[in-house]
Nanobody
C-alpha cells in the first residue's frame, strides 16, 4: 500500500494550497480517505475525511476554508486549502481507512504559512 502526498510548500497567510494524495495497493473506491496534520510535540489531528460515498467531515478549525474531495477512478484524494493561517503550518498526512479498521498512512507533506 502506498499513499503519496504532494503539494505542500510555503505560502503567505491568506493564500491557498492544494494537496494531492495518490493511492495504490488498496481498493480505493471503498475506503474512507482523510487528511491529518501534525506539528512537533503535538499529536496528529484530523483535518478532514471523505467516505467512499462522498460524505465529508471537517475539523472545526478548517470548516469553511478547506475542502476535501476524491476521484475514485484515479485513486486520488485532494485537500483544497484556502485562507490559510499561520496556525495551519504542519506536516499533512494522507490516510486511508477500511471497513476492517485498518489504517494506512503516507509520508507527510509540509505546509508552512508565513504571517
Amino acid at each position: 500500500v502506498q499513499l503519496q502526498a504532494s503539494g505542500g510548500g510555503l505560502v503567505q497567510a491568506g493564500g491557498s494550497l492544494r494537496l494531492s494524495c495518490a493511492a495504490s495497493g488498496i481498493i480505493f473506491s471503498i475506503n474512507e480517505m482523510g487528511w491529518y496534520r501534525q506539528t512537533p510535540g503535538k499529536q496528529r489531528e484530523l483535518v478532514a475525511t471523505i467516505t467512499s460515498g462522498g460524505s465529508t467531515n471537517y475539523a472545526d478549525s478548517v470548516k469553511g476554508r478547506f475542502t476535501i474531495s476524491r476521484i475514485n477512478a484515479e485513486n486520488m484524494v485532494f485537500l483544497q486549502m484556502n485562507r490559510l493561517k499561520p496556525e495551519d503550518t504542519a506536516d499533512y498526512y494522507c490516510n486511508s481507512h477500511n471497513a476492517a479498521g485498518i489504517n494506512y498512512w503516507g509520508k507527510g507533506t509540509l505546509v508552512t504559512v508565513s504571517s
